[in-house]
């Protein structure tokens, strides 16, 4: 088995560290940063599966970021180990509306009607 086949709480940070690029990254400071925006989107998705509140610009912009400064697989192979399963009808229409996914991807995650319905209306 390789290193970053599956990744767990030791490989994380080295699985990351590997696959982060951003020409203006002065210091480590922004590598964390950028990594608590796994956090954030876990904390946004949780707001709306509590208290229907969905932020779905906020969440665009901290995907947005993640895909730019780790790319795509590593970013997607990130949220996997970040997000549990109940983030996942909340995440998946934001994936495929970015175009990082196809809607033939994730084939046993339903998406949430409500986060669909926001994001057809940006």
Known sequence: MKLFDELNE????????????????????????????????????????EKNE??????????IVIFNVFGIPAGLKMLEFRLDERHWPVIKPFLIFLQHIKNTEYTGIFMDEEVVKRLRKI
């Not at 994380?12 to 925006?37: G, H, M, Q, V």
């Not at 969905?54 to 995907?63: V, W």
Request: glycine share 0%; proline share 2%.
């Open 10 to 49: 030791d490989s994380f940070l080295i699985f990351a560290a590997k696959n982060y690029w951003n020409p203006t990254c002065i210091d480590s400071t922004e590598f964390f940063e950028d990594l608590k925006r796994f956090k954030y989107i876990k904390r946004l998705v949780n707001r709306y599966l």
């Open 54 to 63: 969905l932020a779905e610009r906020l969440i665009l912009n901290h995907l």
